[in-house]
């Protein structure tokens, strides 16, 4: 059974996010169901090299039954694929077959293809429909919602990118069973973030079913990516641009999370094993930098924790120092005259951004 979640921003079309088993042999189906496709043809399907043998010729043949004419490319799986030349490949494809702006494209893959994907499609002729087709956890509960597209600079992740709203978010549920453990766990960390970030409501039912979670149990799973869209798709109506200070509540964790990422290697540890490192830094740093007791953040910090080992997501054993992790940290885009911003929690649901000297960053890292 699917469920459907409408996004609805200010300026902006609405879209639906549709959740649940077996949707993506429906996706052209559900395509002609909306009113600005009726009459499209042109499709254009970027994968990966590790989905394509899984999941394209069943993207292929749902498209096809909907008459839609539909092309495809397969990058190479992994980060390095986040790349301008790769997009600039891309672009001159989708010219060569003589794409106009009535095409449309359609991203099947995780984070690395829809990030891509999106930033084709948000550039090319000025911007054409992307749908997002998310075969990862970590890309049904954020990346495939929100409009956020990018690619990658030596410099730093996710440098280069548009703000760009998908028309359609198809997220089948069936697709996780082939997820690794490795990518499992990487999107368990975003589901905890959401839920520390959110509400209790959300955050003791996830410490409730975190052992299910971490088994995969399929229930807990559908609900749980269900719970995680309907809080970005809020977040996001609040904040498309991430310019009012609410959508960056969304980096919690991902300040330490991604300089670990740049300074181990991308690809030593996944997204959400780094994400989930930094939301236990973030809370440690929250102690020393808030004006809070520290007797009420260091029960948050472990009823954090718990969620977090019972999902798998275990404290890192990294190799950086405290002083190369603060000069990734200073070249995010989150960096604001040359001081880092945190988020910062004193509790569930109770986050605010936090402007933090070298100093004090570097005292907490040591």
């Not at 790349?83 to 690395?112: K, Y």
């Not at 905890?192 to 003791?204: N, R, T």
Request: proline letters at 3%; charged letters at 25%.
């Amino acid at each position: 059974m699917a469920t459907k979640v409408i996004v609805q921003l200010p300026g902006e079309r609405d879209y639906a996010v549709r959740i649940g088993s077996g949707v993506i042999g429906k996706l052209g189906q559900s395509l002609r169901e909306i009113e600005r496709f009726a009459n499209a043809r042109d499709v254009l399907v970027i994968t990966d090299s590790n989905v394509a043998p899984l999941y394209l010729a069943q993207v292929k043949a749902s498209l096809a039954a909907a008459n839609f004419k539909a092309a495809d490319i397969t990058v190479p799986a992994g980060e390095g694929t986040k790349d301008i030349a790769v997009a600039s490949e891309i672009w001159s494809a989708m010219a060569q077959l003589a794409f106009g702006r009535d095409c449309l494209v359609v991203a099947l893959g995780g984070g690395v293809v829809g990030d891509l994907a999106g930033f084709v499609a948000s550039t090319y002729m000025r911007g054409v429909p992307v749908v997002q087709v998310p075969t990862t956890l970590l890309a049904m509960v954020d990346s495939s919602v929100g409009g956020k597209t990018a690619v990658n600079l030596a410099e730093g992740k996710n440098l280069v990118g548009t703000f760009f709203q998908p028309s359609f978010v198809c997220a089948d549920t069936d697709t996780l069973a082939t997820l690794p453990e490795r990518e499992w766990r990487c999107g368990c960390a975003e589901v905890a973030k959401s839920a520390v970030i959110d509400s209790d409501d959300f955050f003791f039912w996830m410490l409730e079913h975190a052992q299910a979670m971490a088994e995969r149990d399929d229930a807990v799973a559908a609900e749980a990516i269900q719970r995680c869209v309907v809080f970005k798709a809020g977040v996001v109506a609040r904040d498309k641009t991430e310019s009012a200070g609410v959508r960056e509540c969304l980096n919690y964790g991902h300040t330490l999370g991604h300089a670990i990422e740049a300074c181990t290697g991308y690809g030593t540890f996944s997204h959400g094993a780094a994400v989930a490192e930094g939301m236990r830094f973030a809370v440690r740093l929250a102690a020393d930098v808030l004006e809070e007791s520290r007797e009420a953040i260091s029960e948050f910090a472990e009823a954090q924790a718990d969620l977090l080992d019972t999902l798998g997501l275990a404290p890192l054993d990294y190799d950086a120092t405290p002083e190369d992790l603060l000069t990734a940290m200073k070249r995010d885009k989150k960096t604001r005259g040359g001081e880092v911003r945190f988020v910062l929690a004193r509790d569930i649901a109770n986050w605010e951004i936090v402007p933090v000297s070298d100093e004090a960053i570097l005292q907490a890292l040591r």
